[in-house]
């Protein structure tokens, strides 16, 4: 599957922008993180991308059910042939596959750290990503009521699952969306 077509299939699925943001925000922050993992990172940039992007793809169609979540997805993927390991990322990071992969680890953690990153963004009196620091976000992380749909158990992650200190891995991630501020709307 190309990009170009995961694009077009998570603007057949998701009508909400701020969802479409947030996949596009998941592919840059796995991008980095396969970067970050160099050798160690299984299959390529573009798989890990992929799952970044289309992790959320059925959020909407699925109507937010916990139980349905990410089967939409696996359904529409299977068929193209799209890897298993990517679609098991996918599942693993709403707890419907093993997470035994760092990809899977990777997206698990991520998921919910852009969602904090936004939030952080857009509480600084010019709504952008760009003077956003390291600190703030991890300030912000360590307020509960603050974005609290933002899981910090799933984030802590990182740390366990990934072996990357949580400053880091909030590096990696603030980096990563910031390179493609304009296409979030940040």
Sequence with gaps: MTRDEAIAMLNELIANRNLRYHGLACEAVMRALYRHFGARAERSEEDWALVGLLHDADYEVTEKS?????????????????????IAAIQGHADKAPRDTLMAKAIYAADELTGLIVAAA?????????????????????????????????????????????????????????????????
């Design 66 to 86: 916990e139980e349905r979540h990410t089967e939409v997805v696996a359904e529409r993927l299977r068929p193209l042939g799209v890897d298993p390991l990517i």
């Design 122 to 186: 857009l509480v600084r009196p010019d709504r952008k990503l760009a003077g956003l620091e390291v600190e703030s976000v991890l300030r912000r992380f360590r307020e509960p009521a603050f974005a609290r749909g933002a899981n910090r158990e799933m984030i802590r992650t990182c740390e366990s699952e990934l072996g990357i200190p949580l400053a880091d891995f909030c590096g990696i991630a603030l980096e990563a969306m910031k390179g493609i501020a304009g296409e979030i709307g940040l």
